[in-house]
């Protein structure tokens, strides 16, 4: 497979839930029981995307936006209303169990872990349902500690991990049987700075080393911003964006700011491509759009007229650039 092959395709992919008005009180318990209140609530709607091997595809939006809706679809834990996705070219409502041999799944909310067994012990026993050969297994558990260090708490019954060794478990099983596609839901969360390193560290080596394609839904935007080359937005069901992660900042916030300290006092500061956003004594905050001037070209243009004594740039803030995309839709 070239890595321009899709992998994964939606086409006009929709998913529908009956929703059952609650009553309160025993009035309403009663109405709840002989003439409850039926509503369709669109949890996906009518969306269309391709994904190429070996991307890793950031799929956010807000809670109840249909992220995970469209990943249990794609796993074929929930069926389409209407509409289809095709997985390397099978559908997984139809054919289920051929995909699965080729896709990982980590719910970061949820374990695929044996909790009352050894780590050691749930791996063993996903060795025997995907049916792993012992070569490829050892091979891919030597690989997988080298990454992980799973080797640490391997013999330890799965209820005595803390989060972060369960979590560190749950990647590990995922990739026993070398997916060539791997779904992420919040695998970071709850975790602290240097797990979510290990996990980040983990998810760029099986997709430089493997090729391996990931989709990670996630609400902490350090793993978009550090992972992600591409970003599905989804709201209300419906995809708002698609594009790269400087594509979006482009759209979204063409401008960034120049602050920059100097020597004097006396400022009279123009300039034909850059707004003075404020002077503070022996500080100069710039506004200036990206497209029409680089940050060089600007600083050379103040050092001829001025001496430069500090300065530093900013860019818009990944949170701010979501949630100003998430307000306008």
Known sequence: MSLSQTVIEAKDLCKEFVVTKKNSGIKGAFKNLFFAEKSIKKAVDNINFKINKGEIVGYIGPNGAGKSTTIKMMCGILNPTSGEIMINGLSPTEKRQEIVQDLGVVFGQRSQLYWDLRLGESFELLKRIYKIENDKYQANLIELNKILNINDFIDKPVRQLSLGQRMRGDLAAAMLHSPSIIFLDEPTIGLDVDVKYSIRKFIKEINEKYQTTVILTTHDLDDVQSLCERII???????????????????????????????????????????????????????????????????????????IRDLSLEDADIDDIIRKIYSNT
């Not at 989804?234 to 100097?262: A, C, Y």
């Not at 503070?280 to 029409?292: A, I, M, N, P, S």
């Open 233 to 307: 937005i989804i709201n209300d069901g419906k995809i708002v964006s698609d594009s790269s992660l400087d594509e979006l900042i482009e759209q979204t916030s063409p401008h960034r700011q120049l602050i920059v300290d100097l020597y004097t006092d006396n400022i009279e500061l123009e300039h034909p491509k850059a707004d003075i956003v404020k002077i503070e004594g022996q500080r100069v905050t710039l506004k200036f759009l990206k497209k029409e001037i680089s940050a060089s070209d600007l600083i050379s243009d103040i050092s001829k007229k001025y001496q």
